[in-house]
C-alpha cells in the first residue's frame, strides 16, 4: 500500500490530456484544480475498485474483471446509457493493436459469453 496519500494520486500529465479532451477544453484550469481532479478521481477509483473487487468475491474470485467493474459503477449510480456504450465495446473489441490478442486470441465477449457484459450492466 502507498505510504502517503499522495502516492495515489493520478499523474498530473493525465489529467492534462483528459482536461484537454474535454468539452471545456478551451477553458485554463489552474494548478491547484488540476490537484485537486487527481485526488479525487484516485479517491473514486479507489471507491469503484472497493465495490467491484466486493462482486469478484461474492463470485468466489480474486481477480477483478470488466463486469464487476461495470456493476460497481452501476451501484455508484453513473449514467446508465454510458455504461451500456462501455459494455458494447468491450464486447465488440477483438484485439488491441499495440499487442498480442486478448485472452489468447479470443475476445473478451467470447471468453465471458456474448451477452454477459451488457446483461450485468442491465440488471
Do not use: W
Not at 97 to 113: V, W, Y
Amino acid at each position: 500500500m502507498a505510504e502517503r496519500m499522495e502516492d495515489l494520486n493520478i499523474p498530473l500529465s493525465a489529467i492534462n490530456r483528459i482536461l484537454n479532451l474535454s468539452s471545456l477544453a478551451g477553458n485554463p484550469f489552474n494548478k491547484e484544480c488540476r490537484t485537486a481532479i487527481s485526488r479525487a478521481t484516485s479517491i473514486f477509483m479507489l471507491y469503484l475498485t472497493s465495490i467491484a473487487h466486493g462482486h469478484a468475491v461474492k463470485q468466489k474470485r480474486k481477480t477483478i474483471n470488466v463486469a464487476d467493474v461495470l456493476q460497481a459503477a452501476k451501484e455508484a449510480e453513473l449514467d446508465a446509457q454510458g455504461l451500456q456504450n462501455i459494455a458494447e465495446m468491450m464486447n465488440n473489441r477483438k484485439h488491441r493493436t499495440d499487442g498480442p490478442p486478448i485472452n489468447g486470441g479470443s475476445s473478451l465477449a467470447e471468453s465471458m459469453g456474448s451477452s454477459e457484459l451488457t446483461k450485468n450492466v442491465e440488471e
